[in-house]
């Protein structure tokens, strides 16, 4: 339960292992009451479901032991075992699981998500793996493997990816977010109306602005597309006249109708800090279809933003700048 990211440490796994050996065990002692036989038939018809049934762990081979192995004491319960301890001693470890993971901010039962899911749910690889590593190449790899990992398909999947990130700038150099992000970014706060807004994005001829605090922390961005989505956009007609209806001020103390950046905005930003490589930005940008991303300094104040054309030249500038020595 301590791995809550491992696949033996799944409560599904952790359920199935603890009450499917107590029957097995009692079903095989009662047939042969030889502990030397009994016993390593538990074990190995334990060992057997579990692989079976996708759900190995270690525990699971303990308890069908212990089931032959403890005595009388456990033998007179025969299949109540299986209630008590067994069941018991399963719900206290599920419920530790739950509460020390999600406590320490880590998910449990962990949840499988592949960093290669196409943002724009369509068929097509996400752009990163059009080229290198796709999520086939593991699938190929891990069939042919043919062993057990303890450790997820997807969790595999990202540390490939990861070490495949760390490979690029060890090749290439490190490029940083603070060396090509813009610094003299117009920004909001959370009580600028949407007007004030609006005309901001398109007087600069930008489609996001972050939002910040006074003490220059980033809360929030908010981009023509939370505009579009709180214009009740159902169609294209009728669309200018929504959008005029929303950036207009309703003059009351209190209306339905958003009225302010704060009311509108993407409070969960992704952010980057100003020595992150660039290079980690790529499947933020590439994959998850994220077009800004607000770079923060040491204090996690707000420092620039990196956005897709910032990202798209200096890589091109970084491999003119490879090349040059070999013309």
């Not at 403890?70 to 206290?92: D, I, K, Q, R, S």
């Not at 059009?130 to 997807?154: H, K, N, T």
Request: net charge neutral; with cysteine; hydrophobic share 45%.
């Amino acid at each position: 339960m301590c791995f809550g990211v491992a696949p033996m440490s799944d409560p599904r796994a952790a359920w199935l292992t603890a009450l499917l050996p107590p029957p097995n065990s009692a079903a095989r002692l009662e047939q042969w009451r030889a502990t030397q036989i009994a016993a390593p038939l538990a074990g190995g018809l334990a060992i057997a479901a579990m692989f079976a049934l996708r759900c190995l762990h270690p525990p699971g081979g303990a308890v069908a032991l212990t089931a032959v192995l403890a005595g009388p004491a456990v033998h007179e319960l025969g299949f109540g075992f299986a209630v008590t301890p067994v069941a018991l001693n399963c719900v206290l470890m599920v419920g530790a699981a739950l509460a020390v993971n999600n406590l320490t901010g880590r998910r449990y039962p962990h949840r499988q998500q592949s960093a290669m899911q196409n943002a724009h749910d369509t068929a097509d690889a996400v752009p990163t793996a059009r080229l290198g590593f796709s999520s086939a190449d593991l699938d190929g790899v891990l069939e042919r493997y043919g062993q057990v990992l303890d450790v997820s398909r997807d969790d595999l999947e990202g540390i490939i990816l990861a070490t495949e990130t760390a490979a690029y700038g060890r090749r290439f150099g490190v490029i940083r977010c603070g060396q090509i992000m813009s610094t003299d970014v117009v920004t909001l706060e959370f009580g600028t109306a949407l007007g004030d807004a609006w005309g901001l994005m398109r007087h600069h001829q930008v489609h996001a602005l972050p939002v910040l605090n006074r003490a220059r922390r980033v809360t929030g961005i908010v981009t023509q597309t939370d505009f579009l989505r709180h214009s009740d956009l159902d169609g294209y007609s009728g669309l200018g006249k929504r959008l005029r209806a929303l950036l207009q001020r309703s003059g009351l103390t209190h209306s339905d109708k958003p009225e302010v950046v704060g009311q509108i905005m993407t409070a969960r930003v992704a952010t980057a800090h100003v020595h992150t490589p660039i290079v980690e930005l790529v499947p933020l940008m590439a994959n998850a279809g994220l077009h800004h991303i607000p770079v923060v300094d040491d204090e996690d104040r707000f420092a620039g933003i990196v956005t897709q054309s910032d990202l798209v030249a200096a890589l091109y500038q970084s491999r003119l700048a490879e090349l040059a020595p070999a013309a």
